[in-house]
Nanobody, 127 residues
Framework: QLALMESGGGLVRSGESLTLSCVTNGITSDYWVIGWFRQAPGREREGVSSINFSSGTKKYPDSVKGRFTISRDNTKKTVYLRMDSLRPEDTGVYYC????????????????????WGQGTPVTVST
């Protein structure tokens, strides 16, 4: 069984930065993909980044490209999401998720590909 735990959320002002962490427990190989998703009240869940543990392949949507950076520490089995130039529209609960199916393929922002989810960490960006 795989467990994921996010941390690092908080309240920041527009233009500031935050780094989220996703600690995984139960990953025994590098053939996994970790994704970061967010959900704001009244909006659908959106994938904001994804990384393949083995190849390092990354994927971002246009809405965060150039502002968000995903990285991994294979030794610690931890994934980070550095968020710069935050905007009020980045507000939401941020979740990390894992899937093994894409471990040998690449990275994916489709939440239907993910089987394991953390509890989420809230991020609020004020004006």
């Amino acid at each position: 069984q795989l467990a994921l735990m996010e941390s690092g959320g908080g309240l920041v002002r527009s233009g500031e930065s935050l780094t989220l962490s996703c600690v995984t427990n139960g990953i025994t190989s590098d053939y996994w993909v970790i994704g970061w998703f967010r959900q704001a009240p009244g909006r659908e869940r959106e994938g904001v980044s994804s990384i393949n543990f083995s190849s390092g392949t990354k994927k971002y949507p246009d809405s965060v490209k150039g502002r968000f950076t995903i990285s991994r520490d294979n030794t610690k089995k931890t994934v980070y999401l550095r968020m710069d130039s935050l905007r009020p529209e980045d507000t939401g609960v941020y979740y990390c998720a894992a899937n093994q199916k894409w471990g040998s393929i690449g990275a994916t922002l489709d939440d239907r590909h993910y089987d394991y989810w953390g509890q989420g960490t809230p991020v609020t960006v004020s004006t």
